[in-house]
């Protein structure tokens, strides 16, 4: 589930669509290292074949 309305903090909106969808995490790391982005370390999601960064703290997990 997403907690809050943006990607990462400075980012774009989140789309009302992708609220408490579930999605599988891609990528932690880019280029060797953790992707952070507004000041917050982020993971990607292929969301309908788009690759999107988001904060870790706007994800649940559901499954390990």
């Not at 579930?22 to 999601?45: F, H, P, S, W, Y």
């Amino acid at each position: 589930m997403l907690a809050e309305l943006l990607y990462y903090p400075g980012g774009v909106k989140i789309p009302g669509w992708l609220k408490g969808q579930i999605k599988t995490v891609d990528q932690v790391l880019a280029g060797g290292r953790a992707e952070v982005r507004g000041g917050e370390r982020c993971v990607l999601l292929d969301i309908r074949g788009i690759n999107s960064w988001i904060s870790i703290k706007n994800l649940e997990v559901v499954n390990k």
